[in-house]
């Protein structure tokens, strides 16, 4: 019912998630200051031990998906 489907939402989410940083990682490079997004600054933070900023960075990430549904929502809801 709806905990296989919350389920299988979830590991969609986590495998759109990696394959992003792969494909940012492959085509934009990782050059500081002129091709490193967020995904990119997270995993990093992560893989030189500093999970504090890997975390806020994260969260971060998180309020702005969150923000943009909410705005999508909304004008989703004006047009009908």
């Known amino acids: 019912g709806e905990v296989a489907a919350a389920i299988v939402e979830d590991i969609a989410a986590f495998g759109g998630i990696i394959s992003e940083v792969g494909a940012v990682m492959l085509v934009g490079g990782n050059i ?5 997004v967020l995904t990119t600054a997270i995993m990093l933070s992560a893989r030189q031990g500093d999970f504090a900023l890997a975390m806020a960075l994260g969260l971060i990430l998180i309020a702005l998906a969150l923000a943009a549904n909410a705005v999508l929502l909304q004008l989703q809801g004006r047009s009908r």
């Open 32 to 36: 500081e200051g002129q091709t490193r």
